[in-house]
């Protein structure tokens, strides 16, 4: 964490050690400044800053903002820049703060994001039905394409629905078993169970399963063969 200074009424900036640490700047070799700091902003990001710049000045209320700079090298680096103003006499002479370095939150937030684009569109594209629901309710969470396809539904019909409503009422008991048995991990492959379209015809998939935690739910993820 970086702290800093600007005296509006000197013009004079002061920048802790930490400060041109964290900005890749040689404490001897530079005088600070606004403009200095403004010129590492990425480009991306320098109307963002000047309008909350601007706000600061009109409104004097504090502000707390991400933002890009661009280091020396050419390599992105990402800061929370913290910003209050102080008042003396209503009078706006000074502005302070401090600037964090949040690179490694933000990469790790990024390839989670990355992440989880992948097992989307892996889920969204995978040839066999893949159906999740949770353990506690046997509701249904999550559904994809090839799923909804094959028994007739929306996804939004479907996580409407649950274990109970896909298959044929007299073979219930026997998917419950088999179910509970697959939450129990005692095997993770269902053969042949009758399966109930939306149009009530009957078709037979064999359901291999895994078990995991999505949205904060326990859930077995079933699929389709």
């Known amino acids: 964490m970086g702290s800093w200074e600007w005296d509006m009424v000197t013009q004079k900036t002061i920048w802790s050690d930490n400060y041109f640490v964290i900005l890749l700047f040689d404490r001897g070799k530079i005088e600070p400044g606004f403009e200095l700091f403004r010129n590492r902003i990425h480009p991306d990001d320098v109307h ?53 370095d949040i690179t490694v939150r933000k990469q790790a937030l990024n390839a989670l994001r990355e992440s989880e684009l992948r097992y989307k569109t892996l889920f969204s594209n995978a040839a066999e039905g893949i159906l999740v629901a949770k353990i506690e309710t046997m509701q249904f969470l999550y559904a994809n394409p090839a799923l909804c396809k094959m028994f007739g539904y929306t996804e939004e019909e479907l996580i409407r629905l649950g274990v109970k409503d896909i298959h044929p ?35 037979y998939a064999d359901i291999r399963s895994t078990l995991m935690v999505l949205d904060g739910f326990k859930c077995n993820v079933g699929f389709f063969i």
Not at 56 to 72: A, R, V, W
Not at 181 to 188: L, V
Not at 189 to 202: H, P, Q, Y
């Open 169 to 203: 009422k007299e073979s219930l008991d026997y998917v419950r078993a088999e179910f509970e048995t697959q939450i129990r991990g005692e095997k993770t492959l269902a053969s042949d169970l009758s399966c109930l379209r939306k149009d009530g015809t009957l078709f």
């Open 48 to 100: 963002f800053f000047d309008e909350i710049h601007a706000k600061i000045m009109k409104d004097q209320t504090p502000s707390s903002h991400e933002l890009q700079l661009i280091q020396n090298d050419g390599t992105v680096k990402w800061i929370q820049n913290y910003i209050s103003p102080v008042i003396e006499d209503d009078k706006l002479v000074k502005l302070k703060g401090v600037i964090i």
